[in-house]
């Protein structure tokens, strides 16, 4: 078996969360009758302190339908340039719901400094002829942030973009697909960030371990549009308990756990600080995300290959970096081994 680091999700189950995905009570849910995706959708609503749940597919679903649900068309969404759905997702809002993404620079902390996130809302407090913009619609924002390496940003920083959304009455919906290695990290609840902004996405793949799926989480009425958009984009399933079975292990089963992936991106972190011509980038690894640079794109191409067949499998981060990823199902020795093999296989170029 490679050590895949790749990403954090690629996890087998638990053999104890196949067997309540085995085990689950199933209905249909079109009709909002899976007793246990109910059961999914009530838990994560109650953790992360919103009304209602909505179980999705994928993360990618999640944010897409929540966008959806806040924006109109012709409406901006306000997000980081190196957010994960900017970056990643396909342009979908703007695809399949004709919302215009603006970009705001992604700073190296992964936030988006205030006076530009202000100076990007478009709005009648700003005295723009306001015929000329679109609209704005919604503020989105990411936690851990994944092309930053990782880094949490703290619930003060929500406190103040919540604060400017306030002054333009628009919602910030959070991409928080790890925002429960934010919370482990700073050893701080969820609630003290989500109490701040108004829609959540959040992963239950990813280092939670599920098979699949996320939730979305909000206020009732903004529930509501979410549920019709997840029905646009074909996201009613049926028979879904079998999968929410395995969200609902993650969120009671495996969120303490992180911890342990967090301490193994340090072993990884302090292997790798110490190899000449490597960078880690950011130099302080906070979370269970470890990205570090090798001065050249041929570099980090050329090593990628070399741990591939030595049996370590990471994914290249462009611009010679390079990004490992901890989680359920890599040890603490399989850290020591994949700084091994880097050890082993890496050469100048
Ligand atoms: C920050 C962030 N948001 C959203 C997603 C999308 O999740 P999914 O792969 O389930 O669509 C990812 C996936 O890596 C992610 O890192």
Same mark, same amino acid.
């Given at each position: ?85 900017? *970056?990643?997702?396909?342009? /979908?809002?703007? #695809? @399949?719901? =004709?919302? &215009?993404?603006? +970009?705001?620079?992604?700073? *190296?902390?992964?936030?988006? /400094?205030?006076? #530009? @996130?202000? =100076?990007? &809302?478009?709005? +009648? ?8 913009? /679109? ?159 090798v001065g050249s794109a041929e570099g980090a191409e050329a090593l990628a290959g070399a741990l ?9 981060f462009g611009g010679g970096r390079l990004r490992l990823v901890t989680h359920f199902g890599i ?11 880097i050890r082993k296989v890496r050469q100048p170029v």
């Open positions: 078996m490679p050590i895949d680091l790749r990403s954090d999700t690629v996890t087998l189950p638990t053999p104890a969360m196949r067997q309540a995905m085995a085990n689950a009570e199933v209905g249909d849910d079109v009709y909002g009758e899976d007793p246990t995706v109910n059961r999914l959708e009530e838990l994560s609503a109650k953790m992360l302190g919103k009304d209602a749940g909505l179980f999705v597919s994928s993360g990618t679903m999640g944010n897409l339908a929540s966008l959806l649900a806040h924006c109109g068309r012709g409406q901006e969404a306000i997000l980081g340039d190196q957010s994960h759905i900017y *970056v990643y997702e396909n342009g /979908a809002a703007s #695809a @399949l719901g =004709g919302i &215009v993404y603006l +970009p705001v620079r992604t700073e *190296v902390d992964g936030t988006l /400094a205030l006076e #530009a @996130l202000e =100076g990007a &809302v478009h709005s +009648p407090a700003h005295n723009y002829h306001m015929f000329h913009y /679109a609209p704005p619609g919604v503020i989105c924002l990411e936690n851990t942030h994944n092309r930053c390496g990782g880094v949490v940003l703290t619930p003060e920083y929500f406190a103040e973009v919540a604060a400017i959304a306030a002054r333009h009455g628009l919602p910030v919906h959070l991409d928080g697909a790890r925002l429960f290695n934010a919370a482990v990290a700073l050893g701080r609840p969820v609630t003290d960030w989500t109490r701040h902004v108004t829609s959540i996405q959040l992963c239950l793949s990813k280092g939670l371990g599920a098979p699949v799926g996320s939730v979305i989480v909000g206020p009732k009425e903004f529930m509501w549009r979410a549920r019709r958009m997840r029905k646009i984009l074909g996201g009613g399933m049926r028979q879904a308990g079998i999968i929410a079975a395995g969200g609902l292990f993650a969120l009671t089963q495996m969120v303490d756990r992180l911890r342990e992936d967090h301490a193994n991106a340090q072993i990884l972190a302090q292997g790798l600080a110490s190899f000449p011509g490597v960078s880690l980038d950011p130099p302080r690894v906070e979370t269970n995300i470890v990205v570090f640079n591939e067949r030595e049996g370590v499998l990471v994914s290249n040890s603490a020795e399989d850290c020591h081994r994949a700084v091994d093999t």
